[in-house]
């Protein structure tokens, strides 16, 4: 049974930031939580070993409700996300990446949903923004709302919930466990379907976060750690996956995101140069997609003239046509 929902204005939240290098970023995103109209909070810095001096960051912002923890090695962000929630001593929690940043009002939004919200809640997310590096453009992704029980939704593969939307009852990750470091990339998704069996999820219907992309490295766009994960994932979740949507349902799940993946290894295969696996890519994001459309061609043209750099600006140029139509990928 979760906590009672009544005084929840008094209620402690423990925000959760996991951090390597990225100084500048992280400035942004203290900021944001630190401008929240919503006071009563426990900030934890979790640097996970970075080479960088995290700590001097810290310093600056003369906070006494920021908590800075140190990793003595790196062991990725759901790691770092762990530690927070296993030092918090918040009765809600919420997570922040490094790269992203908060609207004044999200916390204060989401603690009154928690407060008018039945007892078998655990968790409130928000709709987000998207913003390129370097641009002024904030993008509104297509909404696509599920609420309720939303677990045999997140096995069909709908996700529309990032981690930095969520506002979580702490007494969830006593009940269902946390993050898992032994997956590659998708922990999010499996704490999301793990905590979705158990308790309802509700969303609030304003944007709230500005989720970040640009040319620093993330694991949305490393390839080999999606599909690693992928695997892994699909593999702790068999049962459930054909359990839900039948047959062969770990192969529909599979389906839904393997087209990027394919599009992330195509584009780094022929910025390698590397002709037979850029072919050989290309076939299978082709093949899987049921054929790629005039901008996908496009991009594989100038990613192959230009590199990286190539590929930075198209993403960039296509991320500003989407927010002159105001639309998604």
């Avoid at 530690?83 to 929690?93: D, F």
């Avoid at 770990?250 to 780094?268: A, D, G, H, N």
Wanted: hydrophobic share 35%.
């Amino acid at each position: 049974m979760l906590s009672n929902k009544s005084l929840f204005m008094e209620d402690l939240v423990s925000v959760i930031i996991p951090t390597y290098n990225r100084k500048d970023l992280l400035k942004r995103a203290l900021n944001s939580v630190l401008n929240q109209t919503y006071e009563n909070m426990e900030i934890l810095v979790i640097d996970d070993a970075s080479s960088e001096d995290i700590e001097s960051v810290i310093k600056e912002f003369e906070d006494n409700r920021i908590r800075y923890i140190q990793h003595s090695n790196n062991r990725g962000a759901p790691a770092a996300r762990n530690t927070g929630i296993k030092k918090s001593t918040g009765e809600y929690i919420a997570f922040l990446d490094s790269d992203d940043q908060w609207m004044p009002a999200k916390i204060e939004i989401q603690m009154e949903a928690m407060k008018q919200s039945s007892s078998d809640t655990g968790v409130i997310y928000c709709s987000n923004y998207s913003k390129y590096e370097e641009t002024s453009c904030l993008r509104e992704p297509k909404l696509d709302i599920r609420e309720g029980n939303i677990y045999q939704d997140l096995l069909s593969g709908w996700m529309g919930i990032l981690t930095s939307m969520i506002l979580v009852d702490s007494d969830c990750f006593e009940s269902v466990g946390y993050f898992d470091i032994d997956l590659p990339s998708f922990q999010e998704y499996d704490l999301l379907v793990r905590m979705s069996k158990k308790y309802n999820v509700r969303h609030v219907p304003h944007r709230l976060v500005i989720s970040h992309t640009g040319d620093f490295e993330q694991i949305s766009t490393n390839h080999s750690k999606r599909l690693a994960g992928l695997n892994s994932f699909t593999s702790k979740h068999q049962k459930a996956l054909i359990e839900t949507n039948g047959k062969g349902g770990v192969e529909k799940f599979r389906m839904t995101r393997l087209p990027y993946i394919y599009q992330l290894k195509s584009l780094e295969n022929i910025q390698n140069k590397s002709v037979l696996k850029s072919i050989t890519s290309i076939y299978t994001w082709h093949r899987i997609r049921s054929g790629l459309r005039l901008r996908h061609y496009v991009l594989i043209f100038i990613v192959a003239l230009g590199g990286q750099r190539g590929r930075s600006f198209v993403q960039k140029l296509w991320f500003l046509y989407l927010c002159s139509r105001n639309d998604t990928l």
